[in-house]
């Protein structure tokens, strides 16, 4: 059977379990990494599960990050021209030079010095939990105020406009929303964007959007790189978050095993990324010429999409994949993507979620769940998977 012969599939998205991917999307791995999709528009392009082909396709030039390639796996899409400044639209040059501007805020050292403020975020934020008493919903309470306030405070965005950025990057990456309210919360956020970089401009503070604004971009490119950087600040850690701490309350063994080792939490973080695999729907590249990958040629001017989900799982690079083990070495995963377009906040991420994870289970020995596992409603149809709510009890 030759490539072109093979039947196209729809991207599966039915869950049997809330930390799995799809089953039928592993079977479609296991049968073969890289196997032809179905796109909601009618066109057909190419699904990658496996590791190694999601390494390779994540690393070879011939494969464009660029804007025209964009097809949703689920649910509508328009294409759009780009915006100016969204880098991880671009390909080199055009992509290092945006990265370079970003790549010294986000390093080890960095984030290392903004640790004490986010264990003071966190530990207010434990203590607002204590104040409002049993019940309450982690998600609200916890897990999107942390990463909200650190990128807010990070970027140099008044904390008062959270409520406003939160709503429309969420109707942006839900696909409960129609195309229509996507676009209409990316004309929201670039109009505010653009504003607060004006200002930036004109007095420059001690924060990331005053160097990006007077870094030499033109107020579109500032505002597009500003609206990326805000939205996937927040929107992934909190969903992390809070679909990490449903999972360490379905294992309570390895809650325990976190408990008694808190120095075990790097581990566990890493872990619990390769587990969940937040990014749903997978990244999308464009093939620039005939490319050859994993016995199927992939023809120039097709799409492909990478499953992280599967790809985190795949048992050619794992041991056990499908048994969470915080104990492990999951420093392989994917998670963060790879390549030259790997996660530019990576780094702040992790340190986010060390604090938040190691401080919320010493603070509650007793954290539970409020509610029946089965009635935790998952964000099913959002780019970024987690949870919609999750009550929890002391």
Request: hydrophobic letters at 40%; one cysteine or more; aromatic letters at 8%.
């Amino acid at each position: 059977m030759t490539s072109t012969d093979l039947k196209p599939v729809a991207f599966p998205t039915e869950r049997t379990c809330p930390f799995s991917p799809p089953p039928k999307l592993t079977a479609l791995r296991d049968e073969h990494p890289v196997s032809r999709l179905a796109y909601p528009d009618g066109s057909t392009g190419w699904l990658v599960t496996g590791n190694a082909a999601a390494r390779a396709v994540l690393t070879d030039p011939r494969f464009s990050s660029r804007g025209e390639h964009r097809k949703m796996a689920v649910g509508e899409w328009v294409p759009q021209p780009t915006r100016p400044g969204v880098f991880i639209f671009m390909d080199p040059p055009d992509h290092t030079r945006f990265r370079k501007l970003f790549t010294g805020e986000f390093t080890v050292r960095r984030m290392k010095n903004l640790e004490p403020r986010i264990e003071r975020i966190t530990a207010d934020r434990i203590a607002a939990m204590r104040e409002k008493g049993s019940p309450v919903d982690l998600v609200q309470e916890f897990a999107l105020p942390i990463p909200s306030l650190v990128i807010c405070e990070l970027l140099g965005v008044p904390y008062e406009e959270h409520a406003f950025f939160q709503k429309h990057s969420e109707r942006m990456l839900d696909h409960d929303h129609s195309v229509d309210e996507a676009y209409e919360s990316m004309g929201l956020m670039a109009e505010f964007l653009t504003t607060l970089i004006r200002r930036k401009r004109r007095a420059p503070q001690d924060d990331l959007l005053s160097r990006v604004a007077t870094s030499g971009l033109t107020d579109e490119e500032a505002s597009g790189s500003a609206m990326l950087l805000l939205s996937a600040g927040h929107e992934t850690t909190a969903k992390m978050l809070g679909l990490g701490t449903f999972l360490l309350l379905s294992r309570p063994g390895q809650l325990a095993l976190l408990r008694e080792r808190p120095e075990a939490v790097n581990g566990a973080v890493e872990e619990m990324m390769r587990y969940l695999s937040i990014v749903q729907f997978g990244i999308v590249r464009g093939a620039t010429e005939d490319v050859e990958l994993e016995g199927r040629r992939i023809r120039a001017g097709e799409v492909v999409t990478v499953s992280l989900s599967t790809a985190n799982r795949d048992p050619g690079f794992f041991d056990d994949p499908d048994v969470l083990d915080l104990g492990r070495s999951a420093g392989r995963h994917l998670a963060f993507g790879y390549g030259v377009h790997q996660c530019v906040g990576q780094q702040l991420a992790r340190v986010e979620m060390r604090v938040a994870f190691g401080r919320l289970v010493s603070a509650f020995p007793d954290l539970h769940l409020a509610a029946a596992p089965e009635d935790i409603e998952t964000a099913q149809l959002s780019s970024m998977y987690g949870v919609k709510r999750l009550p929890v009890g002391w």
